[in-house]
């Protein structure tokens, strides 16, 4: 049944009895032609756009927990596409295009909001770096503009302007950056995915990776061997350990990201706001809720959970810009584990083993991707090959050195 | 998490700096580019048990190595980086 | 009083009616008692309207009386200090206490916005995700404006927060979470054990449910039991009591967080008295004796006020002698819900009937009830409720199916017991349902924590005692404290049998699971239809659980009825886990002084307060503040302060204050082949007295700094860092050693803070020099020539290291003393220079001679750039080993074609160049693939009267005199550029060396 606000009405009549699932619970088959694993954000947007503009339909997305269940369901919901690496901006907007139509393609309301983003910068020397990565995302035809400190202060009016120990010089804002509705997007990809044949398996880990004479064959799973001729890996902070099972050693660290959320209140902030005298990012969602987040905990980690140090500092940073929310109560935090690359950046591309995909790297910029992410992803498993857009993202650009560092921090994941 | 340092007894991870995986052997000078590009950016990145750099920045500033199970975050063992390559603690 | 107080029973409660104390909601003026909240306050006032709810603005009042509260939620306080989605129930009364209702305009009880009830056939789970889709441009500007505005409860403060707050640190044996009858046994126990034990409660008093109960122990009210125990705790040397703390997190290793309220119960704090404390508490082990939150039962209008927790009816009624209504109804699935039937009766309201939803109550309850005259109805429920802003009749369905309405205005609902798990769960542990107790109890606990009393599902009260004090000894014998003998105190255990029962199946009206968020049975069940299964996927698609009350009431009812949705057991549909923090907490706590100007330490140099009384401009530097220009009187804005620096420098001399710099001492038999493995350099062969400049590379290749490298003697060196990279570089230097070259006899000293440092730059600074270190040093060419170091004195008397050496090109110095005399040496300096047309100089015109001079700096040194796009290439040693070498060459990294240093001047020389501009070939078309590099540092150069600047451009060496667009469109610039060598001033060095 197609959504829509007649749809809505008529349902109301008959008390919302009547709505089909979203997505069917089908059994395995014993062989699909594709199989994705992870029913995260990517991986469901990987089956979306291989059903949808590859025809590929037999085709499953097989999920160990519930949909969504990954870094989906747990971030601070930014979408932006203000990068510096040539090999990262193109990308990302890209991913921010079909994010500005998602919402009427999936036929699913994920509350794209393009309120702004706004990057502040605290010295000369990074107003500088901000006018060279606003320039390169206008040579991109991204949208960019450099605001002065009058100009955040007019648009930003809680900012702490006057006491910061760290001053507020600027901003780089991207208009066209905002939030999503985090959820809606994984359920939104995981209904298009379904009505178009694809098979959402979850509660279905995946165990080993069968493959044969240097081609995948199919996976293990808690639910039997399922065969398959092609096999995606969108596993986001698992990503090494599954890659193990077919024998792959990744450019990978798997670090806790922490994020919070806080008492819904009538609306205090339009933007997004991101701090540049340390690491930290806030929004309001439309629910109220302050949204907010900063650094890893540091430490390589599997558990969804951080500890102290780093909440004390993230909430530091939120009261160096807005000193009025003090009194605001946190509700609730929780973290995500990040499969951090060794530069920063992605990887989406083929392995050395034949029918074998990986997309993994993401990093903290894993949600904004999703579109992009997917729709690259099934461009290389469809035409076994990578799509222009993705081409930077290869496995052993660590070997030639075509790194996509962009902060310049180095071989060190937890500074990325 | 607190972190036994063998010198300055348990203290919070906030005193310690994190560097990846403890890979103690770095490859000759003239060993291949696979063996320098594998030391450099490769990870076993454990999901359980695993060896980790970590330095006693705020304290004593010696680099450990520091067994620690990546799920539980239970620190199972920590040695001075030193001790393990015989320089002597 | 009690006639300003309809409510108030006469006697009893645990307030003090010598001190009334007057308070004002939504303007209207009340009077309440010490000891009262807000909503008993309001409550013995016969208010009990005090929120709405977040999507369809119900009237609702005080569902429960402690920190579970979805319904009563308030704006307290005002201006600065207000805080929106305030507890009333546990907002401790004070004198002059403001508060207001939130969500609802114009006012709380004609609220326009409850029209959303209307449209609730429409305003369903989940609704919006399908609709508000077209046209795709409506959402900013039109859905979501509407969306945003309707959503949030209260209003946040829009000024800063006039309260100081604190961190602090408590180490234990033993922490005990809570202080009612289990906590305090247990407490009790490791304490008399030797222990050092904390003992925290969110309540002002000990005692828990005992404050809220009838209950016995040792023949005497409970409360006088817990205030015995809670005396002997405070006299003893070893136990922290912590009242008004809520312990809200549990982290690895035992790390406890907690909110100490240290004055939310006053007007606002007294001065120099911080309004709240985290706590970061260390403990060995943990006893966690949170106790039991009573659950709701969904069914038709169990939301309006008047609606309420049967146990909070026996709170108000005990601690606060409040009568919440004069005819009430219990409704309950529960042993305990009867008991409050008993407590309204003792209280002289009269109780129209008890309805049990389950067929067949304990016959004791029975009997006890008919001895009474108690109306019961067993095997009914409550199907609807009646009464606009407050309660005024219910509708029961007999077991026959017939129905019947009784008046009353209360309506006191036990559900049954859901134990207080939430810290049990922090580390990510589920927790389990038990079917024999119809409640989810602590799954598996993380190491060292124990669970005692209701919070493990004992909910009785003898065996929360027992329970309590054998987790203490237990936990105090963990500890190593061999336990004291304990003799329990009588009690006993009171019935306490509860049903899986959750909702009521037909309702009439809305059937509420979570109040404040507005979930309905109804939401939940077409969540599970449409496919969202997952107890996980419920939640988010419907909300529940997600407001401030962290699904404290709702979550457990909501996945019993998902679970009966999707034709699961509720142990296979499974729960939800708890997050930090338990409660709410305030951000600011979780800050405490770390705010403001003090969110991170300032670093002064020695000779900061010397450049404060100079004129000097400060600019933040990672932690330090550095002087970034000397204001003159008369100059109009920093461009003519930074020329006439710049320019003094090249004509005379400058001193410029270089102490933030890194400094590092390499000492050791093997200090020089260390030196030679972590620079690109050949460092061993440098003679004794002699410098060389270093870089050092990250074992991927790219450039990670530079600096000097000083040979003081044969096994000394003396190496300088850029500021930024001090704490970083010294690191790698002791991963380097202590990790790679661990066998080598080297060993390293920051003494960044031990010396002071100058620069002292410009043609007669060999004249300025030679003053200060006296005739006895030869500072000619010859003995003394660019790239030299000595240990010298200055004035005859204070030890110093020299260094010729020069970032601005011209003959400079580095001058260093030991850090106390650096204050001394810069007014000594200026005093003796002044004949030479000394002017000190700050970082800008710092920046301007190194420009000119083509030299790399922060700009360049990115992270990005490897020693060849530096022009450095030469400084890679091929002769040996070293960090960095080998990935240094891949591919991508000696790409001839790669962006190289050079310099660029304005092809007309007026306009002005700006960093971060990117080149393009004139007449290319402004597109990423025709890019060609940027702009990494400019500056105006007096020598040169022109704007100049350094940058990275494709194959740029080959490219000088040719011309390149500086395309800058975020500042709207767009100039034309000559590529030129990067040295603007002196290429062959003469003056360097001179």
Known sequence: MRYSVFSLIRNAFSGHTDWPAAWREPEPRAYYDTIIVGGGGHGLATAY?????????????????????????????????????????????????????????????????????????????????????????????????????????????????????????????????????HDAVAWGYARGADQRGVDLLQNCEVTGIRVQDGRVVGVETTRGFIGARRVGLACAGHSSHVAAMAGLRLPIETHVLQAFVSEGVKPVLDQVVT???????????????????????????????????????????????????????????????????????????????????????????????????????????????????NAGFRLDRFATGHVIDEKGAGTTPNLH | MRIPCPYCGERGNEEFLYLGSAVLERPAPDASAEAWVDYVHMRDNPRGPGAEFMQHVQGCRAWLIVRRDTLTHAILSVAPARAARGGGA | MNGAQPMRLAAGGAIDRAR????????????????????????????????????????????????????????????????????????????????????????????????????????????????????????????????????????????????????????CDVLVIGAGPAGLAAALAAARSGARVVLADEDVRPGGRLLAEAHEIDSAPGVLWAERVAGELAGMANVTLLARTTVFGLFDHGAFAALERVADHLPEPAPHQVRQRLWRIQARRA???????????????????????????????HRWAVLPGRR???????????????????????????????????????????????????????????????????????????????????????????????????????????????????????????????????????????????????????????????????????????????????????????????????????????????????????????????????NVVGLAILAEATGRSIEATGTTIFRPPYTPVAMGAIVGHHRGRDFRPARHTPMHDWAAENGASFVEVGPWYRAQWYARPGEKGWRDSVDREAEAVRRAVGVCDVSTLGKIEVVGRDAAAFLDFVYTSMISTLPVGRVRYGLMLREDGLVFDDGTCARMGPERFFITTTTANAGRVMQHLEFCHQVL??????????????????????????????????????LSTAAFPHMSAAEVEVCGQVPARLFRLSFSGEM?????????????????????????????YGTEALSVLRVEKGHPAGGELNGHTTARDLGLGGM????????????????????????????????????????????????????????QGYMTSVAFSPALGHSIGLGLLARGRERIGQQVRAYDPVRNRDIVVEVCHPVFIDPEGDRTRG
């Open chain 3, 20 to 171: 009334p104390l007057g308070f004002t909601f939504d303007g209207r003026a009340y009077a309440g008692f010490a000891g009262d909240t807000l909503a008993s306050a309001l409550l013995a006032n016969g208010v009990r309207l005090m929120g709405r709810s977040f999507k369809y603005h119900r009237p609702r009042g005080p569902w429960g009386a402690g920190a579970e509260e979805p319904n009563a939620l308030v704006e307290l306080r005002t201006g600065a200090r207000r805080e929106p989605n305030t507890r009333a129930t546990v907002i401790e009364l004070f004198d002059g206490l403001v508060a207001q209702s939130q969500n609802r305009w114009p006012s709380l009880r004609f609220d326009v916005m409850g029209v959303n009830g209307l449209f609730a056939p429409i305003f369903t789970a989940g609704f919006y995700y399908k609709t508000f889709m077209w046209p795709a441009s409506f959402w900013e500007k039109l859905y979501e404006p509407i969306i945003r505005r309707a959503a949030g409860l209260g209003r946040a403060a829009r000024e800063p927060d006039p309260d100081e707050y604190d961190r602090s640190h408590l180490f």
């Open chain 3, 741 to 778: 070259k661990p066998a080598m006899d080297v060993s390293f000293l920051s003494v960044t803070d031990r010396w002071a440092q100058v620069s002292i730059a410009g043609p007669r600074s060999r004249d300025l020099v030679a003053m200060l270190v006296g005739p006895g040093v030869d």
């Open chain 1, 49 to 181: 756009y291989l059903a949808k503009e590859h025809g590929v339909t037999d085709l499953a997305v097989v999920e160990k927990g519930y949909l969504g269940s990954g870094n989906v369901g747990r971030n601070t919901t930014i979408i932006r596409s203000n990068y510096l690496m040539p090999a990262n901006t193109g990308f990302y907007e890209w991913s921010l295009k079909l994010w500005e139509g998602l919402e009427q393609d999936f036929n699913f309301n994920a509350m794209v909001s393009q309120r702004g983003v706004l990057n502040l910068f605290h010295s000369d020397a990074q107003r500088d770096a901000s006018a060279r990565r606003g320039n390169a995302m206008r040579l991109n035809g991204v949208d960019a503009e450099l605001l002065d400190r009058e100009q955040v202060r007019r648009m930003v009016p809680l900012l702490d302007m006057e006491n910061a120990r760290f001053p507020v010089k600027g901003g780089l804002l991207q208009p066209r950056g905002g939030t999503v509705r």
């Open chain 3, 328 to 554: 009430g109804v219990v409704f309950t699935a529960s042993d305990d819900g009867w008991r409050t039937a008993d407590a309204l009766l003792a209280a002289g309201a009269s109780v129209e009937a008890v309805v049990d939803a389950r067929p067949d109550p304990p016959a004791a309850l029975m009997r006890a009830a008919g001895a009474r005259g108690l109306r019961v109805h067993a095997g009914a429920q409550v199907v609807g409720t009646h009464g606009h802003l407050g309660l005024q009749a219910v509708d029961v369905r007999l077991p026959s199916g017939s129905s019947l309405g009784i008046d009353c205005d209360l309506l006191a609902v036990s559900g049954g017991w859901n134990p207080t798990v939430h810290l049990a769960s922090h580390q990510g542990a589920k927790p389990v349902w038990d079917a024999a107790l119809a409640a989810f109890v602590p799954g598996r606990l993380p190491e060292g924590l124990a669970v005692a009393g209701a919070a493990a599902g004992r909910f009785t009260l003898a065996a929360c005692l027992a329970d309590g004090a054998e987790a203490g000894r237990a936990a105090a014998s963990a500890c190593g404290h061999a336990a004291a003998p304990l003799v329990l105190p009588r009690a006993a255990d009171e019935p306490a049998a509860q049903a899986a029962f959750f909702h009521v199946p037909g309702p009439r009206g809305k059937a509420f699971v979570d109040f404040q968020n507005d979930v309905t049975v109804k939401d939940v069940k077409q969540a599970a239809r449409e496919g969202y299964r997952s107890v996980e996927h419920a939640k988010r698609y419907t909300t529940l659980g997600m407001a401030t009350d962290q699904g404290k009431t709702a």
């Open chain 1, 275 to 389: 701090y540049g005298a340390g690491h930290f990012y806030i929004s309001q969602s439309d629910k109220g809720g302050l949204v907010f987040g900063g650094d890893l905990d540091g430490y390589n980690s599997y558990a969804q959970r951080g500890n102290m140090p780093v909440v004390e500092e993230v909430m530091e940073m939120g009261l160096q810009l807005f000193p009025a929310f003090s009194r605001l109560r946190y509700v609730r935090q929780w973290g995500g584990v990040m499969d951090m690359s060794m530069d920063g950046s992605p990887i989406i591309d083929r392995t050395p083993i034949a029918g074998l995909y990986l997309n993994c790297g993401w990093c903290y910029g894993g949600f904004k991707a999703t579109p992009a992410s997917g729709w690259c992803f099934a461009w290389t498993i469809a035409k076994d090959e990578p799509h222009r857009l």
């Open chain 3, 876 to 931: 890679m040693s091929r002769k040996k080993d070293y960090v960095g070498r080998r990935l240094a060459e891949r591919p991508a990294f000696t790409d001839p074609a790669r962006p190289i240093l050079v310099g660029f001047k304005p092809v007309d020389r007026g306009q002005e160049l700006k960093s971060g501009a990117h080149f393009l070939d004139p007449g290319a078309e402004a597109r990423i693939e025709n890019d």
């Open chain 3, 287 to 317: 006893v966690l004796a949170a106790g039991a939150i009573e659950r709701p039962i969904a069914f038709g209008g169990n939301d309006r006020p008047g609606v309420m927790a049967a146990s909070a009816v026996r709170a108000y009624l």
């Open chain 3, 812 to 840: 400079a110095y580095e001058l260093g003393v030991p850090a106390d005399f650096g204050d001394a040496l810069m007014r000594h300096i200026m005093q003796v220079g002044a004949p030479l047309g000394l002017v000190p």
